[in-house]
């Protein structure tokens, strides 16, 4: 299995731009997970879903901020329009079934810059 | 609600050196406890995990035993290499998503 894939690696991007952050979870995978990384607040969970459904989005900053999930292999994270503050690294995960024991696999994460 | 308290960093040390990286946490349920590290430039994956009391993970390494009277989780290493080098993240789930801690960052230098 390739494993958790997210496109594009970088973006660079001006301020009020519209940004896409694309990422497809492991086949046979239940949950998926978006995270932000940050030198100030570490590792924040933004929104995850469950069989495609979105289940906690209180992670989500702003109105700005949306995510879909419109299949099982497909999920997608918006940001309109950007800003420099979210500038950060933005992780997708996913996990075979409820929470506790079993292992979220990360991807290697969206390097995101705001100008 | 729940959470996990970690050593700040960053932490540096010598090849060979011993290590230890302190986890507490806060639960109101039985939650499972993980290690997860972070390499430079990658996505965090799983190190080790507990599943419940007094149970010891280990890979690697790296060991950590869950103890249920401290609520800790404290990751240890005998001997670090210069691979080693990353930042470590303890989390704990109990009926909701993984809630991590800050993290610690350790470097090993040769």
């Known amino acids: 299995d390739a494993g958790v894939i997210q496109s594009p690696r970088h973006e660079v991007t001006e301020m009020g731009q519209e940004v896409t952050l694309r990422c497809k979870p492991i086949s046979g995978h239940d949950y998926l997970f978006w995270y932000r990384q940050t030198m100030m607040r570490g590792l924040e969970l933004l929104i995850y879903f469950n069989n495609n459904v979105p289940i906690d989005d209180s992670g989500m900053p702003e109105d700005r901020f949306s995510a879909k999930m419109p299949n099982a292999s497909f999920s997608t994270l918006k940001i309109q329009p950007s800003e420099p503050r979210d500038s950060a690294v933005y992780f997708c995960?996913?996990?075979?079934?409820?929470?506790?024991?079993?292992?979220?696999?990360f991807g290697p994460g969206t390097r995101l810059t705001v100008l | 609600g729940d959470s996990v308290t970690q050593m700040e960093g960053p932490v540096t040390l010598s090849e060979e050196a011993f290590l230890t990286i302190n986890c507490t946490y806060t639960?109101?349920?039985?939650?499972?406890l993980f290690w997860y590290v972070q390499y430079p430039g990658e996505g965090l994956q799983l190190l080790l995990k507990?599943?419940?009391?007094?149970d010891k993970g280990s890979n690697k390494g790296f060991e950590a035993t869950y103890r249920k009277e401290t609520t800790s989780f404290h990751l240890e290493k005998g001997s670090v290499q210069v691979s080693d080098s990353a930042v470590y993240f303890c989390?704990?789930?109990?009926?909701?998503?993984?809630?991590f801690g800050k993290g610690t960052r350790l470097s090993v230098i040769a």
């Open positions: 995960a996913s996990t075979i079934s409820r929470f506790s024991y079993n292992e979220q696999f």
């Open positions: 639960a109101t349920g039985y939650p499972s």
């Open positions: 507990a599943t419940k009391a007094d």
């Open positions: 989390a704990l789930s109990w009926d909701t998503p993984l809630v």
